[in-house]
């Protein structure tokens, strides 16, 4: 089963700026569509962004648009979250997962947990002063 881990998380300041990394262990990411997820202290776990198997579609949820950019490198090894202009609403643990065959990152639609087949483990941002 693929296997994915998060880094990149940290402490920072408002206004700062993060890049978050998912690979996945023994495997490339290339034909799998990725998104990031992420739960603030008791609440749900919320769809940020996803990223089509070719990188042609990516979705942001209207929190994080215009500040977030979802990212594949070349190689298809990783995926990156770079998260800038930070802000304390944005702390919360960041989790990537990988879409299931329904799952289609669309643009337009928030990734649902339902639809996600493998989970890392998670990163925790802090954004605060």
């Known amino acids: 089963q693929l296997q994915l881990v998060e880094s990149g998380g940290g402490l920072v300041q408002p206004g700062g700026s993060l890049r978050l990394s998912c690979a996945a262990s023994g495997f490339t990411l290339g034909s799998y569509k990725i998104a990031w997820f992420r739960q603030a202290p008791e609440k749900e776990r919320e769809g940020v962004s996803c990223?089509?198997?070719?990188?042609?579609?990516?979705y942001y949820a209207d929190s994080v648009k215009g500040r977030f950019t979802i990212s594949r490198d070349s190689a298809k090894t990783t995926v990156y979250l770079q998260m800038n202009n930070l802000k304390p609403e944005d702390t919360a643990v960041y989790y990537c997962?990988?879409?299931?065959?329904?799952?289609?990152?669309?643009?337009?639609?928030?990734?649902?947990?339902?639809?996600?087949?493998?989970w890392g483990k998670g990163t925790l941002v802090t954004v605060s002063s």
């Open positions: 990223i089509s198997s070719n990188g042609g579609s990516t």
């Open positions: 997962a990988a879409g299931d065959a329904y799952f289609t990152c669309t643009g337009r639609t928030a990734p649902s947990t339902y639809r996600m087949t493998s």
